[in-house]
């Protein structure tokens, strides 16, 4: 028989802040609000972000960062892994704090809803770290107020999303489940705010996402140029996944400036990985699939 864990190691539970990839997001038109009336399906990496928590007596919501791209993001009240969790215990008039650790896996700033998946990972998280049971409507609006990408990031499945981000619909494609993804970032963090103000306000027309050959046809990133204006090495990792052999698709992703390529086969991800990573080794590249697609 296994001896027992020590308390503090069972007490401690873990969730993934999955890394989310904009397949196609058409930008339909500025809405009065000053957000954007968008269409996107949504995918997640089996790979992201780590959350570890604990239930604490004193009340505090006390973070720690590490992790490769944990150097640099503030612990502090604008985190929004504190963000969340606050909202969470507001909501729920929690007397129990949590000790958080946050392994920053994904670059901050980078189009893939890291701070998203985070938020929506503590959510899930700390419901289980406090034993509680939330109504899911409710859940979504306190995503909803974390963030327009948060909703989404709660289940963390391929989506159809419209909206500011908050109306959401389980959307399967054939095909995506399970397929290779290679994400690339060149290093260049880019304000999602500047880059919806730099939209054109040309309405390009709706997403068809009946199949993955309509998406990759018809499909569009409308940041892409907005994200371009910004961050011209975005153009630069375009090119270099969409000349990988055995490419289905080469995308930028939400705002930028990360962007992705699917394959069919693990072999033609792997090739074009180590050929990415040899010509530009100051580029963040990660091999990863789709999950639940
Ligand atoms: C680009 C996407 O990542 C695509 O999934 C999202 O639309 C952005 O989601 P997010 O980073 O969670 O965005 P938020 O934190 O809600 O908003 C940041 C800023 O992006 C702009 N924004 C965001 C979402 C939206 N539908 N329209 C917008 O114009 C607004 O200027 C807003 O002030
Ligand atoms: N836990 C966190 N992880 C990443 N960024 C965070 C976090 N908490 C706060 N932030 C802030 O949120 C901002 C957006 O970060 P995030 O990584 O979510 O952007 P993004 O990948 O561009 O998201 P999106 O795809 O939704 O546009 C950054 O400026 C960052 O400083």
């Not at 069972?10 to 397949?23: H, P, S, T």
């Not at 998946?117 to 306190?142: H, M, S």
């Not at 990133?221 to 630069?236: S, W």
């Not at 996944?241 to 991800?269: H, N």
């Amino acid at each position: 028989m296994q001896p027992p864990e020590p308390a503090a190691e069972a007490d401690r539970l873990v969730e993934i802040g999955y890394a989310k990839v904009n397949v196609a997001l058409h930008v339909r038109a500025r809405r009065a609000d000053g957000y954007h009336a968008l269409e996107s399906l949504f995918v997640f990496a089996d790979d992201g972000d780590r959350l570890e928590a604990q239930a604490s007596d004193d009340g505090a919501i006390d973070l720690v960062i590490d992790g490769p791209f944990g150097a640099g993001l503030e612990a502090g009240p604008g985190n929004l892994v504190v963000r969340a969790a606050r909202t969470l215990q507001c909501y729920l008039g929690e007397q129990r704090g949590a000790a958080i650790r946050l392994t920053k896996a994904l670059p901050v700033a980078s189009g893939i809803g890291g701070g998203s998946a985070d938020a929506a990972a503590t959510l899930r998280l700390l419901a289980r770290v406090w034993d509680v049971r939330i109504d899911a409507a409710e859940l979504a609006g306190l995503a909803l107020d974390l963030g327009s990408d948060v909703p989404a990031c709660v289940a963390s499945v391929t989506q159809l999303v419209t909206g500011r981000g908050e109306q959401l619909v389980r959307h399967a494609v054939a095909g995506l489940a399970g397929m290779p993804m290679l994400l690339v970032n060149p290093g260049v963090g880019v304000s999602t705010a500047s880059v919806f103000a730099g939209w054109d306000r040309q309405d390009r027309g709706a997403l068809d996402a009946g199949s993955l050959d309509a998406l990759v046809a018809a499909g569009r990133n409308d940041l892409e140029p907005p994200a371009m204006a910004v961050a011209p090495v975005i153009a630069a990792v375009l090119a270099a996944l969409g000349a990988a052999p055995g490419v289905r698709l080469a995308r930028m992703s939400g705002s930028g400036a990360t962007c992705f390529a699917l394959f069919d086969e693990d072999a033609a991800m792997a090739r074009a990985a180590d050929a990415i990573r040899w010509a530009q080794p100051g580029w963040w590249v990660m091999e990863t699939r789709i999950r639940n697609g």
